[in-house]
C-alpha cells in the first residue's frame, strides 16, 4: 500500500492525485481496522452466551420461583453408575447433554440415563467446536446424535448444546431451520484452566453463591473428575436448603412459555 501512495503521490500527478492518494490511505486504514475487529467481534458472538446470529438461545429462564436446571455435558463414560446413583439418592432428574460417539461406544449407559428418568440433550457426535464448517457437516454431527439418543430409548424433547459454547453462523442457520434452541448456561462453577484440581469446596460455594431462580447449571462430571461429582450433592442439598427445586431442561423451558 505505501508502494502505491508514493505512486500516486508522486509530484508529477498535481494535487488531485495526491487528494485520491490521501483518500485510498484513509480507506486502507479502515480496512486494516475492519481485519482486526471483525474477528473479534465474531469470536465474541460465536461465544456467548446470550446472543447468536439466528433462532432461538436460552441461559437462563426469566422466573420467579426457585427453579434450577442441573446440566451435565460430555459422556457417557464408566463413571454413569456412579452419576445415576448419586442422583437416584438426591431424587434429583437431570439433563445429559451426551456427545454420540461415547453413546456408540457406550451404548449401556446411554440407556442407564433413560431408565433412571433423566433427559438427554444433543452435543454432537464428535464435540467439536462448530466453527468453519459446513451445513452438511452440521446437520451430520447432530443428525447422527440424534439417532444414537433414540436408539437409546429416550423419545422426549432433545434439546442442543454446542461444544465449548461455540456457534459460529452456520450451526445457528442449522438449528433455526429446524426449530431447535441453543442452550448454554447461566451458572457455571468450574474453573477449566484447573479441570481434576480444582478443590470441591471451590466449586459448591461458587455454584450456592451465583444461584438465582431460573438458572441453567452445568458441570462436566466425566473423565476422572471426581471433583466434580464429589460437588453435586453439596450443592443440592444446600440449594434446597434454600427453597430451591431441580427440574429437567424442558420442565425448566415450560416456565418460559407461561410467559
Known sequence: MSRLFRLIYHPHFGVRSRALAKRVMAIAAVLSLLAVSIPIAMEKISTSRTYQLFGGLVNHVDTEKKLIALTFDDGPD???????SMLDELDVRATFFVIGSAMEKYPEYGRTLVSHGHELGNHTFNHRPMLGIS?????KELSASDSLIRKAGYYGPVHFRPPYGKKGAVLPMYLRAHERTTVM????????TRKKTQPTNEIVN???KHAKP??????????GRENIRSAIPHIVRELRSQGYEFVTMSELLAEKKKK
Open 78 to 84: 464408566e463413571n454413569t453408575d456412579q452419576i445415576v
Open 135 to 139: 451445513y452438511t457437516t452440521v446437520a
Open 185 to 192: 448456561w447461566s451458572n457455571h462453577p468450574e474453573d477449566f
Open 206 to 208: 461458587y455454584a450456592i
Open 214 to 223: 431460573g438458572d441453567i447449571m452445568i458441570l462436566h462430571p466425566w473423565y
